[in-house]
Structures are given as C-alpha cells and as structure tokens.
C-alpha cells in the first residue's frame, strides 16, 4: 500500500509560480507523477516520472513551464509550475503506480486546489 499526500496549493496571479509537494509513505512505487482535473473535465496528464530517475514526460498543454523533480531522501516527489495561466486552474492529484503512469494508477493523493486568477 502507498499512501500519498500533497500539498503546496494556493491562490496564484496569472504569471506567478507555485510547488506542489508529494510525500510518499508505505511501499515504494516505480511511477509517480501528477494529473490535475478541472470542473467539468476529465482528470488530464501533467508530468511522470520513474521513481529511480530517468527522463520526465509532460503534457503537452505545461510543457516548458512545469518541472516534476524527486528528493529520494525524503520520499517526496514536487511539480515546480512557472508562468502560471488562468487555464491551469485546477485540482491536482499526485498518482503513484508500479507501472508507467496514467489515470488507471491504482494509488492518488487527496488533491490540492490550484487556482490561477487574470
């Protein structure tokens, strides 16, 4: 069982920058990475990642301005947003999984409000 919990949400102008922490607990995961689902929408892939490294993968819609990084001590995973737009408000929801990461990932964190005003 993995258990995780983010935080890091807020309130942001449009053009500012937030991080977004993921605290993992329990078993390790080989994936983990971040989707985040406006009202009305369907939950959307914003970045992933190996757990053990490698090559990070980002929605097309955050590419160049989102960053996903890991501290291995610390068992945390972080999604740096820079440049934010009103577009990327949202709840964001850190996933873990054993295999590559998509909405079908069998463990997620409660979410955490993303709000981006013009």
């Known amino acids: 069982q993995v258990e995780l919990v983010e935080s890091g949400g807020g309130l942001v102008q449009a053009g500012g920058s937030l991080r977004l922490s993921c605290a993992a607990s329990?078993?390790?995961?080989?994936?983990m990475g971040w989707f985040r689902q406006a009202p009305g929408k369907e939950r959307e892939f914003v970045a992933g990642r190996a757990w053990g490294g490698g090559r990070a993968v980002y929605g097309d819609s955050v590419k160049g301005r989102f960053t996903i990084s890991r501290d291995n001590a610390e068992n945390t995973m972080y999604l740096q947003m820079n440049n934010l737009k009103p577009e990327d408000t949202a709840v964001y929801y850190c996933a873990a999984s054993p295999r590559w990461i998509t909405v079908e990932a069998p463990y997620w964190g409660q979410g955490t409000q993303v709000t981006v005003s013009s």
């Open positions: 329990g078993r390790t995961s080989n994936y």
